[in-house]
């Protein structure tokens, strides 16, 4: 950079400039995650965020604002989360944690009104709709469905 003062010199000054490349913001979140509450499990969402400018703000659906969040919802939810770079750039990504706990299988059912294995229930079995169920005998044959 050239410049003429006044005094009809000639000076000469010198300025470092510094350019950065950008690299666009990524985010990457898995897709689904099963859980069973009632077994206690909990799903750790982790947010692989890279690219963007710092510092990059993160915002779940449910209010965090961390890298990963542990869930552990009653009900099947999508969570969902939005980063914002210092450059004004989003990226988005969500996740389904599907909550399904295991059905117990029962294997002895003796309705003989003895008292001992008349009745059963299929726990969790409310958990998954248009569900259908069949009662076969130990020797293979169908007696409901």
Same mark, same amino acid.
């Given at each position: 950079m050239i410049f003429e003062e006044c005094s009809g010199q000639l000076d000469t000054s010198t300025a470092t400039l510094f350019?950065?490349?950008y690299t666009p913001?990524?985010?990457a979140l898995t897709d689904s995650v099963n859980i069973c509450d009632q077994l206690g499990e909990i799903a750790i969402?982790?947010?692989?965020?890279?690219?963007?400018l710092d510092p990059v703000i993160i915002n779940w659906s449910d209010g965090s604002n961390n890298d990963s969040i542990d869930v552990s919802p009653p009900? *099947?939810?999508l969570f969902s989360i939005t980063a914002f770079?210092?450059? !004004?750039?989003?990226?988005?990504?969500?996740?389904?944690v599907?909550?399904?706990?295991?059905?117990?299988?029962?294997?002895?059912?003796?309705?003989n009104n003895d008292g001992i294995n008349? *009745?059963?229930?299929?726990?969790e079995i409310n958990?998954?709709?248009? !569900?259908?169920?069949w009662i076969f005998t130990r020797t293979g044959f169908e007696v409901y469905s």
């Open positions: 350019i950065s490349d913001m990524q985010l969402l982790n947010a692989n965020l890279s690219g963007g009900i *099947t939810k770079d210092n450059c !004004n750039k989003e990226v988005s990504d969500s996740c389904f599907w909550v399904q706990c295991p059905v117990e299988t029962i294997n002895v059912f003796t309705p008349d *009745t059963w229930q299929v726990r958990r998954y709709p248009n !569900n259908r169920v």
